[in-house]
């Protein structure tokens, strides 16, 4: 018998010998009230069902503290029930998810197949990272990723909310990088940016999927719109030989101090490093930012700091994390952060590189782990979702080696990238998408999905080749089996032909 398709790959599934679970309109729901909310709207959504509420055979919901580790659960389906077990209320809510694509047409009518799983996430942090300074995307596009990450078992959303293109998040102590620095986005397009309200509400919506929200504020490069709010506190833009090429590959202008940039170079800009109002910002908009997020991380970048001499932004890297440690919080850096000595030892570090790390990439990524820290893997030429497929739609970059196929969103081991940093000194794993390109919430479904399944099943699953699940040619029949499911919540998913999609 085979086994039905659970993406990502449980730890334990088993498939009972007895006859499906019926599915009807007389089906009872009961148990955990956030948890049946989320699978009933699962269950209409798919089957056009509405089940009942109350005692009695059916589907029962329940937490149970001593049922395993954290976010685990337990399944439990045979012709008479379905039972859901959490250890807590996230991993009932994962449980919830498994059911959802355990949820199979017969016929005219809808089972659920006599199957035992029982599971519990890898690493403890698994992400998606959505750029919204490239180009802005609002609240309702934010929360619908948000659902459609949560349904795969992520529990965090990293937003890249600044950058060389514009200030996306409103701030009482600095009102000018909303007043004067929001309004562009890349190739001219409008801008825009949130609320404290909105924020807010993006941070209550993530926490009702159980995600956090991991602010990124990326500092002291990518920071020529900073410079548009408050001219003194960043250099004037330096331009190498090389953006130029980039600028002549890609189009826009190049950039000049006061003027919103809206072109793809990286690199020019920086903040002063010598001049103590900088810090006085930092410590302003952290310090803020730090009040309105309750999650533990704060991301302060430090990535393509170019034209920031190496002593320089060792400086900057060592106070800016030290004022995010002392909020409190724990410091979040993308891997080249890791060159500073002096950057706070709770800094974790957020590795960007190829699979094969190249100049230097590995020594600045293990140098958290050195001090007692763990990395986020977010390998470039495996997870960037704006990559371009081999073949689909004309959005996505291709300089992380790319065109990036599904398979080599899926054929990686984290335990193998950074030479000597194993699961012990990782975090977990981060699948950023990047939106030079990308402008609309169906862009964002086109370039995440199928290949964010295959991110979650790095973060989430055992180890690869740890059982027969954990294969390519397991995930591209099982990530295929979820066509169905996804079209039914609306995710417009990307048609690979490296899947064999189901149809109904």
Do not use: C
Not at 196 to 222: L, Q
Not at 360 to 381: H, W, Y
């Amino acid at each position: 018998m085979s086994l039905p398709a659970v993406v990502p790959a449980p730890v334990s599934i088993e498939a009972g010998s007895g006859a499906p679970f019926r599915l009807a309109s007389t089906t009872t729901l009961n148990g955990e009230t956030d948890a049946a909310a989320a699978l009933s709207a699962i269950v209409e959504a798919r089957t056009g069902l509405a089940l009942a509420t109350g005692d009695g055979a059916g589907i029962e919901l329940r937490v149970d503290a001593g049922a395993g580790a954290p976010e685990s659960y337990r399944i439990a389906v045979d012709e008479a029930s379905v039972s859901v077990t959490g250890s807590d209320a996230a991993g009932l809510f994962y449980g919830v998810q498994t059911l959802g694509q355990l949820i199979a047409r017969e016929g005219d009518g809808w089972i659920v197949p006599a199957v035992t799983i029982d599971d519990a996430p890898r690493f403890a942090y698994r992400g998606v990272m959505l750029d919204v300074a490239r180009h802005f995307h609002p609240v309702d596009t934010v929360t619908a990723y948000i659902d459609r990450a949560a349904s795969l078992k992520f529990n965090a959303l990293h937003l890249h909310l600044t950058d060389d293109q514009g200030w996306r998040l409103q701030l009482n102590s600095r009102p000018e990088l909303t007043e004067k620095a929001s309004g562009t986005s890349v190739g001219g397009d409008p801008g825009g940016f949130y609320t404290k309200a909105d924020y807010r509400a993006i941070v209550g919506y993530a926490a009702s999927r159980h995600m956090i929200v991991v602010p990124e504020i990326d500092m002291p490069g990518h920071t020529h719109a900073v410079g548009l709010a408050y001219p003194e506190l960043a250099e004037d833009p330096s331009i190498s030989d090389h953006m130029r090429e980039i600028i002549r590959d890609y189009g826009g202008d190049e950039p000049h101090a006061g003027t919103p940039y809206d072109g793809m170079a990286v690199g020019f800009s920086s903040l002063k490093i010598h001049d103590e109002a900088t810090y006085d910002f930092v410590a302003d908009v952290f310090g803020e930012l730090a009040a309105m997020t309750p999650g533990p991380y704060l991301h302060f970048g430090g990535d393509e700091s170019l034209s920031t001499t190496d002593e320089d932004f060792a400086e900057f890297v060592s106070r800016a994390s030290e004022i995010i440690a002392d909020l409190g919080k724990t410091p979040v850096a993308w891997h080249e952060a890791g060159a500073a000595a002096g950057i706070a030892d709770t800094t974790i570090g957020q590795y960007w590189g190829f699979l094969t790390p190249q100049e230097g990439a590995a020594e600045k990524a293990t140098a958290f782990v050195d001090n007692g820290a763990q990395l986020i893997l977010s390998p470039a030429d495996a997870i960037y979702l704006d990559m371009k497929y081999p073949s689909g739609p004309d959005l996505g970059l291709t300089w992380a080696n790319g065109p990036t196929s599904v398979e080599r969103a899926y054929s990686w081991e984290p335990s193998d990238v950074v030479p000597g940093v194993d699961d012990s000194g990782i975090l977990g794993v981060e699948a950023p998408l990047w939106t030079e390109t990308i402008r609309t919430a169906a862009d964002i479904d086109t370039m995440a999905f199928p290949r964010a399944a295959a991110a979650a099943e790095a973060a989430w699953s055992p180890a690869t080749g740890a059982s027969e699940l954990r294969t390519w040619a397991s995930f591209r029949e099982r990530v295929g089996a979820l066509g169905p499911l996804w079209t039914s919540l609306g995710i417009g998913f990307h048609p690979s032909d490296e899947i064999p999609w189901a149809t109904e």
